[in-house]
């Protein structure tokens, strides 16, 4: 396992090394892509279902996703392995052209600093809860509301977790800490989905939830689609999964093809019995985050809480070194035509300033973000981007140069067509629900 970890954020943190032979074998790859698909997207799953209109049109729509999310990673296998780049953005610009490879790189940076603000909603949402608990702990009240003081806010309780956790573990040029931890978050979503499962058979009485009132087509239509972004979020991994394909020992398609239906599957059963028996136990009230449904004195549910937690503050600086990493390389290549030269002094200035940025700008939004709901909605819009339509591009592109069958060309292509076009759709979508839904709160 500690080699796997070790592995895992040799993958993730490294944007551009070719130094290393493949060497992954299929278990390892099968595990990353689930560390890197399994997270906090988990805890919407729930609320996800009761968007959709009960557990079978939500279970309808993962299944249709599931062919899309499969088809991408096994797209941009394909396309690593005929442009014989190993990173997401050098293979869209090697096979789609220079200006679809700038537009994924401004995608790929919005993406994960959209991801570090949920991070830090989730942590916040936690921190709210786990305040709570230690002062009915401390104070041995059960007060359904502690008294407010600035020093309990959790937002402070955010805000010092950043500057004093978050904020050294990031300023690093590399960061080494998550080869300790990089099991942490496979760990906390099956702990999870076997708590939420455990809680509903625990439960005196069983609710029979009732779906909303979607009953005409345009809302019916409307509330399946609500749950895209959800999966969009929680599947999440293709961004990884080239630097994963291009460091594994076995490189043939056919055995890439198995690799990513064995992850995804196991994806599928973990976020669908969550997002089952969690809008089972609460129906129509459970919360956009499923921790906040239950209460804060559970033991089970503090743990949850505190496995999140730890999880998502050692792979907040992984993410945000991903992100600055395309920033620091767009600063240091305009430098460079200005002055023709970059000193180190200059390179390191920059990557503290953009790290100190970074994490005031999505701790901001985190401290005023009404739910959790809200920043996936749009992290889903921005996914589709990276589940659809740079896969559904590449799929064309490559079939423009590729030896193949007049009717397989065709075949493929039209295929590509359709997945760019449902992505442009879920993207469109997704995003205006999401600007409308946070217009409409504020």
Known sequence: MEELARE?????????????????????????????????????????FQRAGGVS??????????VFLISGLVVLGYASSVSGQRTYQDVVREVCGRVVGQLCEVCFCFNLFMICVAFLVVVQDQLEKLCVSLYEWVSGSVEEQMPYHWYTDHRFALFIMCLLIILPLS????????????????????????TVIVKYYLMESHLVPTPPDNNQGVS???????????????????????????SMENQKLSH?????????????????????????TFGQGVAADILMSYPGDDAAIIVCRLLFGISIVTIYPIILLLGRSVLLNLVVRLQR????????????????????????VT????????????????????????IFIFPGLCLVF?????????????????????????????????????????????
């Open 220 to 246: 019916s239509w409307a509330s399946m689609f609500s749950v895209v972004p959800t999966i969009c979020f929680g599947f999440q991994c293709h961004e990884a999964c080239i630097a994963i394909y291009s």
């Open 337 to 360: 035509n200005r002055r023709g030269i970059v000193t180190k002094t200059f390179e390191s200035r920059c990557r503290v300033l953009l790290t100190v940025v970074w994490i005031t």
């Open 8 to 48: 895992s954020i040799s993958l993730l943190a490294r944007s551009a090394s070719h130094a290393d032979p493949p060497r992954l074998g299929s278990f390892g790859a099968v595990f990353i892509m689930l560390k890197s698909a399994l997270g906090a997207g988990l805890l919407n799953f729930p609320w996800a």
């Open 171 to 194: 300023i690093p040029k590399e960061i080494g800490i998550q080869k300790y931890t990089s099991v942490l978050g496979t760990l906390a979503a099956s702990y999870l989905c076997v």
């Open 363 to 386: 701790l901001l939004i985190a401290m005023y973000v009404p739910d959790m709901s809200d920043v996936i909605n749009v992290i889903g819009g921005i996914s589709a981007f990276f």
């Open 57 to 66: 049109t939500a279970i309808t729509v993962e299944l249709v996703s599931l």
């Open 398 to 442: 490559t079939m423009e140069t590729e030896a193949v069958t007049p009717t397989l060309r065709l075949g493929l292509t039209a295929w590509g067509i359709l997945t760019v076009v449902v992505g442009a759709f879920i993207f469109g979508q997704s995003t205006s629900l999401a600007l409308m839904e946070i217009v409409r709160k504020f």
């Open 256 to 280: 890439w093809v198995l690799i990513s239906m064995l992850s995804m599957m196991f994806c599928l059963i973990v976020y669908t019995l969550t997002g089952m028996y969690g809008f089972l």
